[in-house]
């Protein structure tokens, strides 16, 4: 833990101190306008700041608007108005009008966002932020040694400052969250301009601090972190508040490394009004915390040193009063969010994946060899991060050595598979870069270096341990544009190896659930089978405005047959279109990833059989081409879908489902599915092998839908 000098003060003169009450109470009695427009039902849920006004009104006035960067949470209200959010933009969220510029209707009230004030869409899961945080300012770092090269201008175009500091907002019961930690430890690793406010009031809703802190205060538990400069202090105390957080945030924009303000606040109101803490809260321990109100404090202080005199007080109330009347006014006339826009913003309205723009001829030089998916992956790197300098690629090992002086010592690591080796060496450190064993760390790390303007192309090393970062993918990474109403965006690439047929990799080197992540609206997932298009999807994938899960089959790396050549640095598939690897006209097979090879060799076995089987290898998995598979089951009449998903619940019953719904008059049988048992995949070769589709089960599948 840093150590700070405690004779270094900066104080409020008397007009801040008034302009201070007054966000208070600003925010304090909007709060009490919206616990009134719920009880009216003009609201659907109410969650207040009360409280915490001090604390977060002082931060508005350390940092500064549109300079700095904001993650903040629920409790926020008071800063976000201190930095310029206006109190009918704040009631437009709750009313769900279609011009909150939070959300457009979307999220729940108090899920803070503005771009004009750096505000980043705020979503409901505690600590998802702090690791975003953590990457937004390692973004601002880059951004600012590097100036503007490859920035796409995230999302606002707000441009970098070599001094910002990026500001996140958690409260005591949310540092119990690993992600919390994780943020922690990378924000001091990295000596990140991050300042970290723990709005710590004594209960996680009904679970006090003392009951998940180690000794009741997370500033002690947190005093290991070197190059952590810590403050615990009085939040309900807007003076000493903002003596704390100025020498905080004088230490981050000095660039010396993360601060933690650990702020004492009161929750005079419950959680929110779904809950009463009257019913786990005893009188004297209410009556007690309501004595220590920061409202009630400050104005007996302003009133005490005659900064104020009743009269003026008094005017300045009715004044508060008066606007919050006229932000009521007028959001209860906003028009709300017409039903054709429900479906805007969940993939970027500039850039269309799917288009015939990223549809390019491969450009084979004569003597061009073929290459392997790992080399042809590994080129398509190497040839966008050329293109692009906003390119950041990091994940566990995948520098070729973590420390400077290995470099010219060793050949380098490059990834367990080796997809990124020579990347650190050909482009530097500051771009290719070790994560911590930490899943979660590589993704909300990425969110956040994306929403600036980056393009971060991450890999987690094996997609059974992909889980930790879920919560990321699915709650951050994937809702961030829709949830925003399209104020704000996070395109990157998530690069995974997965799948079975290793013959060892066993139950935790083997899984392949990808029905997880095309179940995740704004979220694109490709899958390639072989080399080629392994390099045309990734580019097109890296040069979209979207986030992209890149599903890499490991037994499909070095395989012969899956071997491409090098097709030039421009070329691009489309997304959501499929490749009739196979023509046919008896029956069709619908399949992806390393299926597509035995759904092939089943062809041929079933060609000297007499039946001609049309094999169609998905390519894209969200979005797939419907129009494809439609064309051959309307020629065939008959359709196998095989996939490695186990076969209950996974992805090719809703191809299956689709076909049965929407061409069930071309079918002459019905659709069949050929998939893995539903079992983990076992170490031993056997099991495996009778675990995972095999050439031999999907011919036979093949025969059971023709002799139907």
Known sequence: MATRDTKTTTGLNKDQMIAAYRNMVLSRRLDDAEINMK????????????????????????????????????????????????PREMLLQGVAAHDDPASAGRQMPSHWGHVKYNIVSQSSPTGTQCLQAVGCAEAGVYLATHGDRGKDDGAGGAAFRKDEVVYVSIGDGATSEGEFWEALSTACVRKAPVLFLVEDNGYAISVPTRVQTPGGSISKAASGFLGLLIEEFDGTDPVASYEALSRLVAYCRGRKGPALAHAHVTRPYSHSMSDDQRTYRTPEDLAEEQSNDCIAKFKARLLDERILSEAKLEALHAAVDEQIASAVEASLEAEQPEEETVADHLYSPDVDPTSDAFRTEPVVEAEAKEDFVVGLVNACLRDEMERNPGILVFGEDVADATLEEALSATKGKGGVFKLTAGLQRAFGSDRVFNSPLAEANIVGRAVGMATRGLKPVVEIQFFDYIWPAYHQIRNELAMMRW??????????????????????????????GVVLFTHNPGLRVVMPSNAQDANGLLRTAIRCDDPVMFLEHKHLYRQPYAKGKYPGKNYMIPLGRANVVREGTDVTVVTYGALVRRSDMAARTLEKEGVSVEVIDLRTLSPWDQETVAASVRKTSRVLVAYEDNVTWGYGAEIAAWISDNLFEYLDAPVKRKASLDTPVAYAPRLEDMILPQTETIAEAVREVVEY
Not at 484 to 507: D, E, F, M
Request: positive net charge.
């Open 39 to 86: 009880r009216r039902n003009q609201y659907f849920f109410q969650i207040s700041g009360a409280g915490h006004e001090a604390v977060l009104t002082a931060a508005g006035m350390a940092l500064k608007a549109g300079h700095d960067w904001f993650y903040p949470y629920y409790r926020d209200r008071a800063l976000c108005l201190q930095l310029g959010v206006t």
């Open 483 to 512: 949830r925003s109403g399209g104020h704000w965006k996070c395109p990157l690439v998530i690069r995974v190896p997965l799948g079975g047929y290793l013959q060892g990799g066993a139950v935790y080197h083997s899984q392949s």
